[in-house]
């Protein structure tokens, strides 16, 4: 990274299917709903399945989960049609003068309690760098404790060059007989994952294809 940022952030290249949250995160909520109509708006309404009330509706609480676990990128995949079926954030995790390494991060992602059976772990290199790639069946509490939820992730984690913090992005979905499919979606768009710097106001000091700064 460069030496002379106040704070960064990042980018990744989302393909067709996949519709970018990261704007709507921070809005109020008439805002997050103002913005929602304008995304389904925007979609040929030939390609729509499900009704654009509950194509928006998915929206604004996609947009408001990202906003519950801070992520400072969001995204969700979905089919033809309209129907959602997997969202996708970025969280970034660090506490000043805690340099984690690769395998503590690991022990912490293996640790989960919600994870269900024995995860995949993988360590593989993109051209951000190292990462470690996990994918389980994670199982959670339903409404008032009552009934259970699986679900399926596969998270990338990696240490941020010349900081302290740790980047985690996940991509949740409860589909499993798309989790072929999915999967790969995740594969294949974490490559495009780069760092981009910022100045004292918040503006990017370099943007492109760079898939490093």
Not at 35 to 61: K, Y
Not at 73 to 87: D, I, K, P, S, T
Not at 186 to 203: C, K, Q, W, Y
Request: charged share 25%.
């Amino acid at each position: 990274m460069a030496d002379d940022f106040d704070d960064w952030t990042c980018r990744l290249d989302f393909p067709d299917g996949w519709i970018d949250l990261t704007a709507a995160i921070d809005l109020e909520p008439a805002d997050k709903a103002a913005w929602a109509r304008e995304v389904v708006n925007s979609v040929n309404p030939l390609d729509l399945v499900a009704s654009r009330e509950s194509f928006a509706e998915d929206l604004v609480s996609l947009a408001k989960n990202a906003e519950k676990t801070h992520a400072v990128l969001a995204a969700a995949y979905f089919a033809v049609g309209g129907a959602n079926y997997a969202a996708f954030d970025v969280q970034i995790f660090g506490e000043d003068g805690v340099v984690l390494s690769l395998d503590e991060v690991e022990s912490r992602l293996r640790s989960h309690k919600e994870i269900v059976g024995e995860p995949q772990v993988s360590r593989l290199e993109l051209p951000v760098g190292p990462v470690i790639r996990l994918q389980a069946v994670y199982q959670s509490k339903g409404v008032f404790g009552f009934g259970r939820r699986l679900s399926e992730r596969v998270s990338y984690a990696l240490l941020v060059p010349q900081t302290s913090d740790v980047l985690v992005a996940t991509m949740t979905w409860r589909a499993m007989e798309h989790s072929d499919q999915l999967t790969a979606a995740a594969d294949a768009l974490m490559p495009t994952l780069r760092f981009v710097p910022l100045d004292a106001e918040g503006i990017p000091l370099l943007e492109g294809g760079s898939s490093g700064v």
